[in-house]
């Protein structure tokens, strides 16, 4: 449990700025995803939710990551519905980007291209977008 009794309140006038979301089309969502190679997996692990970070690169219409049978995210994600997310705030100047992308995990077999020539004792998935959505953010100052 939190302690929270020590957290001072707000100003009554105090008023935090405003977030302001501009959709991004689909195209601008896929460029925004190939512009950076580190995302946030979001999947179910014992029914609980999971948040994993992966290094990622984009191969068609798909997102490529790779796992093994030691880490936090395992093969046998192969067949789950995911979530992932990937995006960047430039807290100076108040602006940035975030891309959602939802779909299923599937496992790369042996005839599938591997990325940038992945060693073959990693596991490579693959989450096929099936919704991706996209947004460009900015902060309006308080009034």
Do not use: C, K, N
């Not at 790779?66 to 430039?90: I, K, M, N, Y």
């Not at 779909?103 to 591997?114: I, R, S, T, W, Y």
Request: proline share 10%; glycine share 8%.
């Amino acid at each position: 449990m939190v302690d929270d009794s020590h957290v001072e309140p707000p100003a009554p006038d105090a008023r935090p700025a405003r977030l302001v979301v501009e959709p991004l089309s689909q195209r601008s969502s896929w460029d925004y995803l190939q512009s950076t190679d580190v995302g946030r997996l979001a999947l179910t692990s014992g029914a609980l939710p999971v948040i994993v970070p992966v290094a990622y690169t984009v191969v068609d219409d798909a997102i490529v990551f790779r796992t093994g049978p030691h880490r936090a995210l395992s093969p046998s994600t192969a067949g789950a519905v995911v979530a992932f997310e990937t995006g960047d705030l430039q807290l100076g100047r108040e602006e940035g980007w975030s891309v959602l992308v939802r779909g299923v995990v599937h496992q790369l077999g042996a005839a599938d291209p591997l990325p940038h020539g992945e060693p073959p004792h990693d596991v490579l998935l693959a989450l096929q977008a099936r919704i991706i959505e996209g947004s460009r953010v900015h902060f309006d100052p308080p009034r």
